[in-house]
């Protein structure tokens, strides 16, 4: 570490005079629990977590094998500290101004340098900046950083209040969540586990600056058309003022083109610098699905003279979406629209409920940041709503989202409970609201800031009045809070920073009654917490759905990774540990019975329930797209897991694809025809995407389950744009007379794709499936790609339906890896199937590992 540390010295000397320079101070870090000067010192990784540096040292169990949770409890209730020694020498020292950054604590921690007490921290949330020029000297230097439980050190409020209030996630019997500003998750939810970390969670770093700093940039998109772009940049440079008192220069450049020259007095000016400039014939921004996400490149470029030299001394870049977006959100004749306009066009929404990837954060690689955003791609999706039960996400994830079109739904980290109503704490909301919306700003993907998550629809729904025992004056002390933290404090806040739209919670309708679906935005968990049944998702639909959902298991291949053999029993303590629902797994075995003929061991239903999953997702989304325009968004819960658990997720922990997120790829296609069945006819709606008419056609094919292809009908239709519309009715007693043994197929010829949907005239439960059938492939090519891995084209057949055809590895762990671009999907008798399989086997060792399994088959 020394010898990086005077390579950096050295730098300094050559080029202090010159731009900012930063040092990450992520090496040689040591941590240990509080216990006096006898604990022992372990090497500890920076970014990390205290959980995540105890397991690398054999200190814990691994909190999610089997049911090791429990065993990892007692780490939130100590005290730990971290520690770190750099060296420098006196050329860093020269610089006008050197600030020492935490991007990130977690949560509460007093930080030293040199045995001075810089600051302390009791947010998670923001990050802490201090001036340390004057504590710092050459050579050695201490960082030392200590954290605090964050459940002792909230304790003292929660008995000080004089009442509970409500934190259902909050897994301890004193709760005290909800005093702390930090990621309600790591608490507990109905799908994750309560691990309460601590540590340095983002990155750590010294900027050593001469003359100014950049502090902060921000484009202003003032006005857009499609003949000009007016825009503004403005650039806040340190409050610091250095003792220089000189001219510097101020280049705005887009792209490589300069736009804007400045000169200013540093000792003068008051701290922004701001420009106008425009873009003309500009390139807009568009969410997936609808243009290419165009991104410009604005940059900030500070110089200063130097000795007859000209030399730069601060430098920021800002990627550029210039796109225009709307909330609808007021009265009409069917009650309250919700719905977004972008660029001036009604767009429908599809896309999921996300949550972090993890409880242990640092450990997100950019990797798995990166197969997430492309996941939600690869579906269809434009929207991700970032809910507020997490955390304010790491800024590759809306980097990523900038460029891939998705449109972000941002909440504020609040869900599912009250919060105290005191000064401080509402102060130190103000200012992690802040700090996060300047953060945010920049990127073209925010789309919405939501105050919360349920808080409004549970005070007032959810019975807590009654359960706590409050008083009138507790209930108004407490509804008060609310109003002025979600009505007043954020609002405001938010309106002078941004100019997208802001609500104050979400849902802002409620599912407990009929009329409540023509209002706002809905969660819809009638099917889950209200125990009904799949078929309640179609007639239960809102303006904009923006929670629904239904459990599966994990995957067998997901078992396999925190279970061995001895604990594969749906009733064993082990997958009774992954189901944090209250409703338990009973829902899950109730509703199975209703859709399916019962899995004959614990592969098998572990197989059945992610089509039962599926079918429940399936039924909602087609139901919210049928019905546009009165609909105009649906958002699952939930796209991924912080854990491998029995969840809502349609992708795994480890990132891979259950068979819901295979059915919400289809459901979400840009033209999406469907048949429905209203008395004794057939009707064939056809939902576009499209923003132009396609003229096109529409074919009806009847297969028979053994027999194949029995009839075949086809029609010209004009598909309309952005528009939910039936195109075409028939008599369903001339298509299917053995009901139990046909399918219809419906396809619909897009611009150079064609989709289609297959319609089964009973449940699954019914059908007579062909009892031998034989699947056969071929491997029609092969492809190298990056990391070691290829890329396999096979072509499928079947003599005969196979249904739901699940392709998966003898054994499941052996490449877990692997991706498959279909699967779980129903081959009609006589037809061709490609699927691509990328994997790092090779050909050899995939064509003794490939196997699959269909409905009608056991094991």
Known sequence: ??????????????????????????????????????????????????????????????????????????????????????????????????????????????????????????????????????????????????????????????????????????????????????????????????????????????????????????????????????????????????????????????????????????????????????????????????GKA?????????????????????????????????????????????????????????????????????????????????????????????????????????????????????????????????TAFANLVAKEVRQNVRRLQKHPSIALWCGNNEMDVAWHNWGWQKQFGYTKKDSATIWAAYKTMFHEIIPQIVKQLDERAYVSTSPLSNWGKPENFNHASMHYWGVWHGEEPFENFKTNVGRFMAEYGFQSFPSFAAVQQFADSSMWALDGEVLQARQKSYKGNRLIFEHMKRHYKQPDDFRNFLYVNTLLQSKGLKTAIMAHRLAKPHCMGTLYWQLNDCWPAISWSSTDYYGNWKAAHYTVREMYAPILPVITKNGKNLHVHVVSDMLDTLQTTIWLDLYDFESGQQKSVQKEVRILPNSSQPY??????????????????????????????????????????????????????????????????????????????HLHLKQAASDYTIRYSHNYFDMLPQQKYLVNIDTSLPISSLKEQLIWQHLSQQF
């Open 1 to 290: 570490m020394k010898h990086l540390i005077l390579l950096f010295s050295c730098f300094c000397s050559l080029y202090c005079t010159a731009q900012s320079v930063e040092l990450l101070l992520h090496q040689n870090w040591q941590f240990r629990q509080c216990e006096g000067d006898s604990a022992k010192w372990y090497t500890a990784n920076v970014p990390g977590t205290v959980h995540t540096d105890l397991l690398a040292h054999g200190l814990i169990s691994d909190p999610h094998y089997a049911t090791n949770e429990d065993s990892v409890q007692w780490v939130e209730k100590m005290d730990w500290e971290y520690t770190t020694t750099f060296v420098l020498n006196d050329s860093l020292l020269q610089a006008d101004g050197v600030d020492l950054i935490f991007e990130g604590l977690d949560t509460y921690a007093a930080v030293f340098l040199n045995d001075s007490l810089l600051f302390s921290a009791n947010n998670m949330f923001l990050d802490y900046k201090k001036a340390v020029k004057n504590y710092l000297r050459v050579g050695d230097n201490v960082l030392h950083v200590k954290f605090y439980s964050p459940i002792q050190t909230a304790l003292p409020a929660y008995k000080k209040l004089g009442y509970t209030l409500p934190a259902g996630n909050d897994a301890a019997a004193e709760k005290v969540s909800i005093f702390t500003r930090k990621a309600p998750y790591h608490y507990g939810w109905d799908w994750g586990p309560r691990l309460v970390t601590m540590g340095i969670w983002r990155p750590v770093r010294l900027k050593a600056w001469w003359a100014t700093s950049i502090e902060h940039m921000q484009v202003k998109q003032l006005s857009l058309n499609k003949e000009l772009a007016q825009l503004t940049a403005l650039v806040e440079l340190s409050e610091q003022l250095t003792k220089h008192k000189e001219v510097l220069e101020w280049e705005l450049y887009l792209a490589d083109s300069m736009v804007q020259v400045q000169r200013f007095n540093r000792d003068t000016l008051k701290g922004v610098l701001q420009a106008n400039f425009s873009i003309e014939q500009p390139e807009y921004w568009w969410p997936n699905g609808y």
């Open 728 to 805: 075409w009715s028939i008599p369903a007693k001339l298509w299917a007379k053995r009901q139990r043994k046909q399918v219809l197929q419906v396809r619909v010829l897009g611009v150079d794709t064609v989709f289609s949907q297959l319609y089964y005239f009973v449940p699954e439960k019914k059908l007579i499936l062909p009892k031998s059938v034989n699947i056969q492939y071929t491997v029609k090519s092969t492809q190298t790609l990056p990391n070691q891995k290829y890329r396999y084209t096979l072509e499928f057949s079947s003599s005969v339906l196979a249904k739901n055809v």
């Open 294 to 422: 165009h991104l410009y490149e604005v940059t900030s470029k500070i110089y200063r003279r130097v000795g007859g030299q000209r030399l730069l001394v601060a430098e920021s870049k800002q990627m550029l979406g210039l796109r225009t977006i709307q909330l609808i959100h007021e009265p009409d004749s069917i009650g309250t629209s919700y719905y977004f306009k972008i660029n001036d066009v009604p767009i429908f929404m599809k896309g999921a409920n996300y949550i972090p990837s993890s409880h242990f954060i640092p450990s997100v690689s950019a990797a798995r940041y990166q197969q997430i955003v492309q996941d939600a791609v690869a579906a269809n999706m434009n929207m991700l709503r970032v809910w507020g039960g997490g955390i304010y996400e790491n800024d590759i994830f809306y980097e990523l989202c900038d460029k891939n079109g998705l449109l972000v739904w941002q909440d504020f980290m609040f869900a599912c409970s009250m919060y105290p109503p005191d």
